[in-house]
């Protein structure tokens, strides 16, 4: 089968073992190389050679990767690799550079040969692949594989010669590695030279520090600034209000040794403020200041808080205040000022001002004074706990004698009842002259409650005089039985019982509900 006029037969020759004539034949050939594959004896001698041959190309490739990591990195570096490095040992160096210099030529010249060694050793590689191809088909090579071992031993004696040659490396490596080690054991070098290696990174983490360091910084300005611009908008402001507050404060305490200083910011006054009292022993003394929460009484806080707030209240422009007890029972020698100086005040600015208070006295001196203004006054009264709170309007002088009607209705004795019978007497009076000018006003006779009464005065004039415009057929009966019920309680006779005047107070309400909803709510006055 190793004759190549065999080894590719195609055609019938003679035997060449018994000179059988054609009895050689391609299907023949075919048959005994068969044969031969499948002899175990072969068999095992190819799985042998294959592995003996694995094994070499391992140790072979080995070897070459040593010899790879051996060969000095210096030898593959570029031109501009080498000026650069050349520049540097001279600096770092300096008389020693020389030495440096003639390392680095030597070291690249022996990495040039190496390189054409380990090519070639490359190349054996690759022809053990292919040996180790043939093995496996059970095939044998083309070429002797002992030419290839002597081939590879060539090659290990140049490279000996080549480790020989490089002895002289190792003279000047012994040279010039204690020259280099004085240099680089310096304090700090090895950290520098690290630091060195990582100079972009470096760089860029220190200019995002310096952006980040800068952006800080602006920021801390424009805080400092509109730190000191909302200060000095809060001095302003609290300039303005303690301006506002004083005034306030010298309508309600007027002449008084304790005043108010003035609003101040305590740290940067966003959150916190102080009150500021001026305390004043003598008229001829200079003021103290002092913390006006430590040193002011309860009634004088009542009084701050108040001036506090109406001053907000004029710094922001509000048209409507609810004031509710303004000036507490206790600090009842304040009333008159109040209602005078303050609530004067607040309603010649043309503020809207609802006012609540349990004191009658606050009550009659702002509805007094302020007369003049047509002020709507209500009475508040829970008379009946399941119909609640019942609002009662006193400023007109029927809703005042209704009210005034309450405090004897329930009476026990006949005095108590007396009062009571005379208020609603008086009620039903002025609600008649109301009715009776409401409805010739409505007619084009202009007419009002004064021009009634200089018609007639006693009730039951005006009961015939209202008897024209009542809303229903009872109404007028009703209107003619007050006079029977309520005149004898006005003299010295019986008094109407509780239930009559209740009766009375019934009617008289739904007759001024009904007579005002017929005329938009309101009679004449």
Not at 101 to 109: C, G, I, K, P, Q
Not at 413 to 429: H, I, K, V
Request: some cysteine; charged content about 25%.
């Amino acid at each position: 089968m190793a004759v190549p006029e065999f080894e590719h037969l195609d055609t019938d020759v003679d035997c060449p073992v018994c000179s059988t004539p054609n009895a050689l034949t391609p299907a023949r050939m075919d048959e005994l190389r068969t044969q031969v594959l499948s002899n175990a004896h072969l068999t095992q001698a190819a799985e042998a050679a294959i592995g003996d041959v694995r094994s070499y190309q391992r140790a072979l490739r080995a070897w070459v990767k040593a010899y790879e990591d051996a060969v000095p990195k210096a030898g593959r570096w570029t031109n501009e690799q080498e000026d650069k490095f050349r520049a540097a040992a001279e600096v770092l160096l300096g008389t020693e550079a020389p030495q440096f210099a003639l390392a680095l030529t030597f070291s690249r010249s022996l990495a040039t040969q190496a390189d054409l060694l380990l090519a070639a050793l490359g190349v054996a590689d690759s022809e053990l692949d292919v040996l180790l191809g043939v093995l496996a088909q059970r095939s044998l090579p083309n070429a002797s594989p002992a030419g290839l071992v002597e081939a590879l031993n060539i090659q290990a004696k140049a490279i000996d010669d080549l480790v020989g040659e490089a002895s002289a490396l190792d003279d000047l490596r012994s040279t010039i590695e204690p020259l280099l080690r004085d240099h680089l054991e310096a304090d700090g070098l090895r950290e520098l030279l690290s630091v060195a290696r990582q100079l972009p990174e470096w760089a860029d983490e220190r200019r995002a520090q310096f952006s980040r360091t800068e952006v800080i910084k602006r920021l801390a300005r424009a805080e400092r600034v509109l730190k000191q611009a909302s200060s000095a908008v809060l001095d302003k402001r609290f300039g303005s209000m303690s301006e506002s507050i004083e005034r306030w404060w010298s309508t309600i305490r007027p002449e008084e040794l304790v005043g108010f200083a003035g609003v101040k910011r305590r740290a940067a006054g966003a959150i916190f403020v102080n009150l500021v009292a001026a305390l004043q022993p003598q008229e001829s003394e200079e003021a103290v200041e002092r913390d006006a929460l430590g040193v002011y009484s309860d009634s004088q806080l009542n009084a701050l808080g108040l001036s506090t707030f109406l001053a907000r209240a004029e710094l922001v422009a509000s048209p409507f205040l609810f004031l509710d007890d303004p000036i507490p029972g206790s600090d009842g020698d304040h009333r008159l000022t109040f209602v005078e100086n303050t609530l004067g005040a607040l309603l010649d600015a043309g503020r809207q001002i609802v006012l609540t208070t349990y004191d009658p006295k606050l009550a009659e001196y702002a509805q007094t004074l302020h007369d003049f203004r047509d002020p709507i006054s209500y009475d508040l009264n829970l008379i009946d706990v399941r119909e609640g709170t019942e609002p009662i309007q006193t400023s007109d002088a029927f809703s005042r004698y209704m009210l005034q009607g309450e405090d004897g209705l329930s009476a026990p004795t006949a005095a108590g009842r007396r009062g009571a019978c005379a208020a609603y007497r008086s009620a039903a009076e002025r609600l008649a002259k109301q009715i009776i000018a409401t409805n010739r006003t409505s007619v084009g006779v202009a007419t009002s409650v004064l021009d009634v009464e200089k018609e007639a005065t006693l009730l039951k004039d005006l009961v015939v005089l209202a008897a024209p415009f009542v809303l229903s057929a009872d109404e007028k009966g009703k209107w003619r039985v007050m006079p029977k019920i309520l005149n004898p309680g006005n003299h010295d006779d019986d008094v109407p019982s509780t239930m009559d005047l209740k009766q009375i107070r019934g009617n008289l309400r739904t007759f001024a509900k009904g007579h005002k909803a017929k005329w938009g709510g309101s009679l004449a006055s």
